[in-house]
């Protein structure tokens, strides 16, 4: 079984310019997780999709931050503009939702800002 | 504040050790408990669940959960340097949402 897929692995930006990211979840998982990680930090989650509807993202950023999972499978996230605070690992994690709730990651995207 | 609370580290167990995780929760009301091991520049991996009071063993690993003291702890059996890496700790206080600690690093040295 295939894992959670994102791209791109790392970027490099200047400040006030604009990024995105993408991920693929396993098959078959309702449920996708957008989480920032800031080194030395637990994951926190930014926002969370069930198919294609928003179920939580009052921790998201929406002055900057935008994400959207269309057609219930692939979601984006973008940052515009983008600030020195916003360097971290974005991670995409996927779940079967529930009761139980599993999550698994991607590999996750380096992102720079500089 | 939904809080889960690690001690962050490090932790320095020889090889062949029991390694010993601890991680306490704010939310009396969480149903699903974590751990998940991260290596440095890699993302988390689910290692262990546990859902009911008690203990739960996977190989090597046993997660035990005491609700009434809201602890979850991880042991890590027969310790290997390859163990080396960082802990999180992982709480649901709701349904599907998933509160993270700041993680446990490991070190098992030979």
């Known amino acids: 079984e295939a894992g959670v897929a994102q791209s791109p692995r790392y970027k490099i930006i200047e400040k006030r310019q604009s990024v995105a990211f993408w991920c693929n979840p396993i098959s078959g998982h309702a449920t996708l997780y957008w989480y920032q990680q800031i080194l030395g930090q637990g994951p926190k989650l930014l926002i969370q999709f069930q198919n294609n509807g928003v179920v939580d993202d009052s921790q998201l950023p929406k002055d900057r931050f935008s994400a959207e999972r269309l057609k219930g499978v692939d979601s984006t996230l973008k940052i515009q503009p983008a600030k020195l605070e916003d360097s971290a690992v974005y991670l995409c994690a996927s779940s079967l939702g529930g009761e139980y709730n599993e999550q698994f990651f991607g590999p996750g995207t380096r992102l720079t800002v500089l | ?110």
């Open chain 2, 1 to 110: 504040q939904k809080e889960v609370e690690q001690n962050s580290g490090p932790l320095s167990v020889p090889e062949g050790a029991i390694a010993s995780l601890n991680c306490t929760y704010s939310d009396r009301g969480s149903q699903s408990f974590f751990w998940y091991r991260q290596y440095s520049g890699k993302s988390p991996e689910l290692i262990m669940s546990i859902y009911s009071n008690g203990d739960k063993e996977d190989g090597r690993f046993t997660a035990q959960l005491n609700k009434a003291s809201q602890y979850v702890s991880l042991l890590i059996r027969d310790s290997q340097p390859s163990d080396s890496a960082t802990y999180l700790c992982a709480v649901t206080p709701d349904t599907d949402k998933l509160i993270f600690g700041t993680g446990t690093r490991l070190q098992v040295f030979p």
